[in-house]
């Protein structure tokens, strides 16, 4: 009898079909930084090297999430992995993580890129906190 295929299992098959395939134009970067913005309505993932200049971006809606699916926790993982992957193609293999924005897209996008298999050096939040700024907007009522 043979044995019963879980999720794991084609989990590791998934990871193990995606090939890290080398981009034209190659940059040949092996460590950058991932910055990750989770709002409530979307997550954005954009991928730069050292200094700043970006490598690869995602987000929700151009992972064809659209509406209230671009802010779950599962487009956000998809982004984070979209993004990593044509970032893999310029030859990154070591992320450091700045997260910002009160999103719910913040944890699972770092799993996401650890999930692909990038190393991750530190993960910094650097969400904006004022010092009693801006008169925050209206409360809704529903």
């Known amino acids: 009898m043979p044995k019963a295929v879980t999720a794991e299992d084609l989990l590791k098959e998934e990871l193990s079909a995606v090939k890290v395939r080398k981009a034209k134009g190659s940059k040949n970067i092996t460590s950058g930084i991932a910055n990750i913005a989770a709002t409530f309505n979307n997550t954005i993932v954009s991928i730069t090297d050292a200094k700043g200049n970006v490598i690869s971006w995602s987000s929700a809606g151009k992972c064809n999430f659209r509406g209230s699916r671009k802010s779950t926790a599962y487009a956000a993982q998809v982004v984070a992995q979209d993004a990593a992957r044509n970032a ?4 990154l293999k070591e992320v450091q993580i700045r997260v910002s924005g009160p ?31 801006c008169r925050p907007r209206k409360r809704r009522r529903v």
């Open 88 to 91: 893999m193609a310029h030859g």
């Open 103 to 133: 999103g719910l897209g913040r944890d699972s996008a770092i799993r996401g890129l650890q999930a692909i298999g990038l190393e991750i050096s530190s993960i910094i939040d650097v969400t904006p906190v004022p010092h009693n700024g």
